[in-house]
């Protein structure tokens, strides 16, 4: 049995540029996840269920465990020192930590802490997404916006714990996709999967039918040829959508499949957010041999440009997202 911090430690060591605040920063992840997960496992008991009144700047409902699961992973981070701030799905603005913290911390981290809460109250599965930058601006500096809005291809490292019937860390430092399973008996995140790759074949499509008629004339098209029937290429898919992009990403990771949030009429540009859900999800898919688009440009190479912004999503297999974004191309509205 390996565990995650016996992991980073041994992997740092292969990295002689690798400094020790990345391990610090990651190590503080894992301390909030656990945090979460006690809560999230107890939520049915202790009164932290249900919605707290309060709205993000989305416009969602914050459940009490969103503010929770944010307010442990702000605590966490800004007690390592070595993040000079974070942006996430439950502040408005960014959040630049004090003291010498917002001019020395090399770090930032952006995050969704707890996607997919709404399904919170029927027991189904949710995640923390966490996506880390270098600091673009001065050491010595107060950190600014600039340090946040960067594109997705300069991630140094991105992952998500996954709340399921067991916990999972997930997570890629540019080399590879490792996995760890959560032993709540002994506290520690033990080694599950290293280098952990896509299947070449998917054949399981996730997407929220229900908004079919609104969706572009591609995508019904390429629905539309999943459910066609023909051997050689494995159809009709199967249809799953749990509803949580990260326990939807986390089975398509391990069985093969396409998840899909195209624009619709409410979310005219796509509803997951670039840089807290998009970004670190695409760099997981692309270092597990997997693709991640808008339909029609990599994520990754998608410049900023507003905090919150929101993108057409297209991740998984790569034969099944490069499929999607040939009918999106081929039936351009
Ligand atoms: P819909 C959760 O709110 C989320 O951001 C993703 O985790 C999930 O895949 C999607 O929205 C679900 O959205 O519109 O299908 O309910």
Do not use: W
């Not at 609104?214 to 290429?233: L, S």
């Not at 919150?308 to 509205?333: C, W």
């Amino acid at each position: 049995m390996k565990t995650l911090g016996e992991f980073i430690i041994e992997k740092q060591s292969e990295f002689p540029h690798a400094t020790g605040e990345l391990t610090a920063l990651i190590s503080a992840i894992k301390l909030g996840a656990k945090i979460i997960n006690r809560d999230i496992n107890k939520a049915g008991l202790i009164d932290i269920l249900g919605e707290n009144g309060e709205s993000n700047i989305q416009g969602e409902k914050q459940m009490k465990l969103d503010v929770f699961a944010n307010e442990t992973l702000k605590a966490a981070l800004e007690a390592r020192g070595v993040i000079a701030g974070i942006a996430s799905e439950e502040e408005d603005n960014l959040v630049i930590f004090g003291k010498d913290r917002a001019t020395e911390g090399k770090y930032v981290v952006l995050m969704d802490p707890l996607d997919g809460s709404s399904n919170i109250d029927v027991n189904v599965s949710v995640g923390t997404i966490f996506s880390i930058y270098h600091r673009i601006t001065k050491i010595g500096t107060p950190v600014t916006e600039q340090d946040f809005m960067q594109p997705g291809h300069k991630q140094v490292a991105a992952g998500y714990i996954i709340y399921g019937s067991s916990t999972m860390l997930v997570y890629t430092t540019g080399c590879g996709v490792n996995a760890f399973t959560y032993d709540p008996s002994i506290g520690v995140f033990c080694l599950a999967r290293e280098n952990l790759q896509f299947p070449q074949l998917g054949t399981t499509y996730s997407i929220n039918e229900g908004y079919y008629s609104k969706f572009p004339k591609g995508v019904k098209k390429y629905i539309k040829y999943c459910q066609e029937e023909d051997e050689t290429t494995h159809r009709p898919y199967t249809s799953r959508y749990i509803g949580s992009l990260v326990s939807d990403f986390h089975r398509n990771l391990l069985k093969g499949g396409i998840y899909i949030y195209p624009s619709t009429a409410q979310y005219p540009n796509g509803k997951l957010r670039l840089l807290y859900e998009a970004n670190p999800i695409a760099f997981l898919a692309e270092q597990a041999g997997g693709k991640a688009t808008d339909g029609f440009r990599r994520i990754l190479d998608i410049e900023p440009q507003q905090l919150h912004q929101r993108t057409p999503y297209f991740v998984g297999v790569k034969s099944m997202v490069d499929d999607a974004d040939r009918f999106m191309a081929e039936n351009q509205d």
